[in-house]
């Protein structure tokens, strides 16, 4: 049984009829964004809710803007010099454990390239992903506590202050082995044209 929190978009229904629209089956689906067709499934049976990323790869397959998907109409330009966004609007996620925080600080258009977070950690929380996109490597600077890297079969356990570069195609993990919680800017990189 899915649980669907109050206040975020449930965008399986509009990927599924964005992809039936264009009459693509899954499997082409998976071809033309470059993400996984188990990954297409589980979105759009409303099991994962897909990274600025992967919403970018999907709507450039669609040909759309990902306004266009999330609301159903192409979006007017405006021009704004200095776009705020409250503290409330911005979009958070969290582990499948709840034990880590994800805040997406990154603006949608950056995301085919790059994405940037604010994560917090409780005391022993972990963030286990699965591998992105080749060449996508992930930049993390610990702000408070200690924080283990696993990337590639190695090990590091990065210091308040310190920063951790490592690839981000392969399985790869942050564990807080501080005593207490741990807050991290995490900004993830990939290669032009992935």
Same mark, same amino acid.
């Given at each position: *049984? ?7 978009? #449930? ?6 009829? =964005? ?8 499997? #082409? &689906? /998976? ?7 188990? *990954?297409?499934? #589980?979105?759009?049976?409303? #099991?994962?809710? +897909?990274?600025?990323?992967?919403? @970018?790869? &999907?709507?450039?397959?669609?040909? *759309?803007?990902?306004?266009? &998907? ?12 200095? %776009?705020?966004?409250?503290?409330? &609007?911005? +979009?958070? *996620?969290?582990? +499948? ?18 994405? @940037?977070?604010?994560?917090?950690? %409780? /005391? ?8 992105? =996109? ?15 890297? %696993? ?8 210091? =308040? ?22 807050? /991290? ?10």
């Amino acid at each position: *049984m899915s649980t669907k929190r109050k206040g975020v978009p #449930q965008i399986g229904d509009k990927v599924r009829d =964005a992809r039936k629209e264009k009459k693509l089956t899954l499997d #082409q &689906l /998976a071809k033309l964004s470059g993400v996984s067709k188990s *990954m297409l499934s #589980q979105i759009e049976r409303g #099991q994962a809710n +897909p990274t600025f990323a992967t919403l @970018w790869s &999907l709507t450039q397959s669609f040909g *759309m803007d990902i306004y266009e &998907l999330l609301e159903g109409a192409p979006r007017e330009p405006e021009v704004v010099k200095i %776009e705020a966004v409250p503290a409330n &609007l911005t +979009p958070t *996620m969290s582990s +499948p454990d709840g034990s880590c925080v994800m805040r997406i600080l990154s603006p949608v258009e950056n995301a085919a390239l790059c994405e @940037w977070y604010e994560l917090s950690f %409780e /005391a022993a929380g972990a963030l286990r992903s699965a591998p992105h =996109a080749e060449g996508t490597r992930e930049h993390l600077t610990v702000l408070s506590g200690r924080i283990e890297v %696993e990337s590639a079969g190695d090990t590091e356990t990065v210091e =308040a202050g310190g920063t951790a570069r490592y690839p981000a195609d392969c399985d790869h993990a942050l564990i807080n082995v501080g005593d207490g919680n741990a807050v /991290a800017l995490l900004v993830v990189e990939r290669l032009q044209g992935l």
